[in-house]
C-alpha cells in the first residue's frame, strides 16, 4: 500500500464516527430496537457492537506494531450481542465511545512511520493479518454500519406501510 492509500484510507477512518452519527439520527425512536429479521441487529445493537468493536480494534492496532509476533484475538460478536444485552446497554455512552475511542487512535495511526504499517501479526480466526490489514478492514467498518443502519430504517419503514 502507497502512502496515498493510506492517507486516504485514514481519512475514511477518521469520518466513521460522523457517518454513523449521521445514520443514527436518521432512525425515528420508535424504530431504534427494531430488527429487520430474527437474528438481525436493530440500529441500538449496531451502535453497541461498533463501541465494543472499536474498543477490540483499539488494542489491535496497538499490539500489531508495539509487540513482537502479537496474536489478534478474534471474538463471536453476535455472542457479545446476545451476552451483553446490547438493547439494555444505554445508547449515548455506547456511540461516544466510538467516537472517543476513534478519535485516539486516529492521532496514532497518523503519525506512524512507514515500517509500522509492515507489522505481521496473527490474527485467531484468520491467519497472517498486517497492519495495512487492520487499516482496510476499520476504514470502511463504521461506513458497513451505516448503511446498515439505513437499511434497517428502510425495511422498517417498508413494513409499517403494509
Not at 502512502?3 to 466513521?16: C, H, M, P, T, V
Request: charged fraction near 30%; glycine fraction near 4%; proline fraction near 6%.
Amino acid at each position: 500500500m502507497d502512502r496515498a492509500e493510506r492517507d486516504a484510507l485514514i481519512q475514511r477512518y477518521a469520518a466513521g464516527p460522523r457517518r454513523l452519527k449521521a445514520a443514527l439520527a436518521t432512525v425515528p425512536a420508535e424504530a431504534l430496537t427494531w430488527r429487520p429479521a430474527p437474528g438481525e441487529w436493530s440500529a441500538h445493537e449496531v451502535v453497541c457492537h461498533c463501541a465494543d468493536s472499536e474498543t477490540n480494534s483499539y488494542a489491535r492496532i496497538r499490539f500489531l506494531v508495539a509487540e513482537p509476533d502479537p496474536v489478534i484475538q478474534g471474538y463471536d460478536e453476535a455472542q457479545w450481542a446476545r451476552t451483553f444485552d446490547y438493547h439494555a446497554h444505554p445508547l449515548e455512552p455506547a456511540l461516544a465511545t466510538v467516537e472517543a475511542v476513534r478519535a485516539n487512535t486516529t492521532a496514532l495511526i497518523r503519525r506512524l512511520p512507514d515500517e509500522a504499517w509492515r507489522r505481521v501479526g496473527r490474527h485467531t480466526e484468520s491467519g497472517r493479518y498486517t497492519a495495512e490489514d487492520w487499516l482496510r478492514i476499520y476504514a470502511e467498518h463504521l461506513e458497513n454500519h451505516a448503511r446498515q443502519i439505513e437499511a434497517n430504517v428502510a425495511a422498517w419503514r417498508a413494513a409499517r406501510a403494509r
